[in-house]
């Protein structure tokens, strides 16, 4: 396509409007960060303040730290993206690649927990981790990530393995690698990039969520997208620090995102040109 | 000496769901021959290769290499080695790693079988390649990484699948060349899938044609070229096909539409329908014959290109050169009575 003046200016246009509507609330927020609380609820705002890093230190350090909330959110995202990996890729294989009784639907029914509300499931998962006994703990919370991050995983390997031609892994059979020996030296190195863009993809979902930790979690795992909220009282709302925690809670977000940028856009894309998604 | 790869086919027959792809295929391969199936594209040949394979069950029938029943065995479990059309190399693996890999899933050390994988490349002519990955090579360069991969296992069986189709047509002979020179040196046997009836003729000891899930004949390049066996293996086989044409056929003589005659070497006692065959190669101009209007003339340097019509049916003529034919005249043909060859109009067999 000829790149023309007037085309790139439209292009630039385009985009610097879409980043201003999109960084503003991120940038308004790292402002907030660092100003006292006085400035926050300034009117006119002030744009030239004096910045304090005093709610940095109330959130990472204190009575008020949201490390132990982090500390939460790590290991309830690792260990869930982890277990995740861990079921979807073989099940991803199999429903690609193997034939067994039932198969066309249960590709489907893998998929039938995205269709409904999430909203409509926290009540019966409430019921059966009381059952159970998992109500706040790092055991339950995992388990109910697990139910909307799998099938999605799955959902996405697939995708991945379907791209890989069937005659590779004849080949692989014919040269007596067998079929799981196939899978490991032959198939999965060909995944990589899939099985990284999943997991990255699982990682934010869990990393992001809210609505269950706040239902199922508690006092004992309280991740941060819950522990802002400490913030938000009755009385009065701590905006500087509840900014800061924000910011606190998005870095990892961002580095992974900035650090995957072209392996997402990659995983975003395939299938839709054929072939296009491997190398 | 009894030697390794004698592969036999029973009464195979494949289905998927309602179609039949092999009604009833059986196969005699002799341990060392260069094998060929040959057919057009959905004639089940290449369903045949992925039988030997293991990559295909069959619905009924056995398959035995060097007399044992393998029919229910996995490809892994049956040391044979297999071209793919698209030669299935392993994008992440060097050359190197690729041919090696074979020795690698049976427990080879890596030294040896490092040496092994290098004396395969040397082979085929990529032992300078060894570093590269498959996405860094041509397409000629890829194929013989497929073939290093097959023989560096030594295996009983080589299946290969259109190997050369992928490749531009000057690659393509010499490659031909160099596969017919390393199966012979090799001395295994070789099965070769392919639709090209020039690449059958020049590399096979034997060609089985298939059509529609069928074997009809199976016989030397030589045999089938000289006596093909049913009226599709006659049109099949041979560039420009053999001209086909109704006729008359009492005594020993064959009576065409448009009155002309011709003596041949059998004869019937009944007077009978036919489909009269020969080699455009075999007809010349004669002073008697069937009389024929020149349609066009195709010079191709070396030899010319005649099409005729008789009788409003369009045959073709191959002459080493055009002699005084001009386009429009009407001249007689005609041809040895030895290269004549008869069909049944009904079952299209030989007569």
């Known amino acids: 396509m000829k790149q023309t003046i007037p085309r790139q200016l439209m292009l630039f246009t385009a985009a610097g409007l879409l980043l201003t509507v999109w960084a503003f609330p991120v940038i308004w927020g790292i402002l907030t960060s660092f100003k006292t609380e006085r400035d926050v609820l300034a009117y006119p705002p002030v744009w030239i303040f004096t910045p304090t890093l005093d709610n940095y230190r109330a959130v990472l350090s204190g009575a008020d730290s949201i490390l132990p909330n982090l500390w939460s959110s790590i290991v309830v995202s690792s260990t869930a993206t982890l277990l995740t990996m861990l079921f979807a890729v073989p099940a991803a294989y199999a429903i690609a690649r193997l034939k067994y009784p039932g198969k066309q639907t249960s590709g489907f029914y893998v998929l039938v927990t995205q269709m409904l509300p999430p909203v409509g499931l926290v009540i019966p998962y409430y019921l059966v981790l009381q059952r159970i006994g998992g109500l706040d703990t790092y055991s339950g919370l995992i388990l109910i990530f697990m139910t909307f991050s799998l099938p999605f995983a799955i959902w996405l390997m697939v995708s991945y393995f379907e791209d890989i031609p069937l005659e590779m892994e004849e080949a692989a059979l014919l040269d007596r690698a067998g079929r799981l020996r196939a899978l490991w030296y032959v198939i999965l190195p060909q995944v990589r990039g899939g099985i990284a863009v999943t997991t990255i993809f699982v990682f934010l979902n869990s990393w992001n969520e809210f609505m269950f930790s706040v239902l199922l979690g508690g006092n004992r795992v309280r991740p941060v997208t819950v522990a802002m909220f400490n913030f938000i009282s009755v009385e009065q709302t701590q905006w500087a620090r509840l900014a800061a925690a924000a910011i606190v809670a998005m870095a990892p977000v961002i580095l992974i995102g900035l650090a995957a940028q072209r392996h997402i856009v990659k995983g975003l894309t395939v299938g839709a040109v054929k072939g296009g998604g491997r190398r | ?351």
């Not at chain 2, 199966?183 to 070769?192: A, F, G, P």
């Open chain 2, 1 to 351: 000496m009894t030697q390794r790869g004698s592969i036999r086919i029973e009464g195979a027959v494949k289905k998927h769901d309602q179609l039949t792809v092999l009604h009833g295929i059986d196969l005699d391969i002799k341990a060392g021959e260069f094998f060929v199936l040959l057919g057009p594209s959905g004639s089940g040949k290449t369903t045949t290769l992925r039988v030997l394979a293991g990559l295909e069950s069959l619905s009924a029938g056995k398959v035995f290499m060097d007399d044992e029943d393998v029919t229910s065995k996995e490809p892994g479990e049956r040391d044979v080695a297999m071209v793919f059309q698209s030669y299935a190399l392993y994008p992440h693996m060097s050359v190197q790693d690729n041919i090696a890999f074979p020795l690698k899933m049976i427990g080879q050390n890596q030294s040896s079988r490092n040496l092994a994988a290098q004396q395969a490349a040397t082979k085929v002519n990529i032992e300078h390649l060894m570093d590269r990955k498959p996405g860094q090579l041509s397409g000629g360069q890829q194929q013989r990484v497929a073939l290093a991969r097959a023989i560096v296992r030594q295996p009983r069986l080589f299946l290969l699948d259109e190997p050369l189709s992928n490749l531009d047509a000057k690659l393509r002979l010499e490659t031909r060349i160099e596969l017919r020179k390393l199966q012979r040196s090799l001395n295994v046997t070789t099965v070769y899938v392919t639709h090209d009836q020039e690449e059958a003729m020049t590399l096979a000891d034997r060609v089985a044609v298939f059509m529609e899930g069928k074997i009809v004949q199976i016989d030397t390049p030589r045999n089938i070229f000289a006596r093909p066996a049913t009226l599709t293996v006659a049109s099949f086989i041979g560039s420009p096909p053999m001209n086909l044409l109704a006729a008359q056929w009492q005594g020993s003589t064959i009576t065409f539409k448009n009155g002309g005659r011709l003596q041949i070497e059998q004869s019937t006692a009944s007077a009978r329908e036919v489909i009269f065959g020969v080699r455009p190669s075999d007809l010349a101009p004669s002073a008697e014959g069937v009389s024929a209007t020149v349609e066009l003339i195709e010079d191709l340097g070396d030899n010319v290109i005649v099409a005729l019509l008789v009788d409003q049916q369009p045959i073709k003529m191959k002459l080493p050169h055009t002699q005084l034919i001009k386009e429009n005249e009407t001249i007689k043909v005609s041809c040895q009575p030895s290269t004549v060859h008869l069909f049944d109009p009904l079952t299209g067999q030989r007569l």
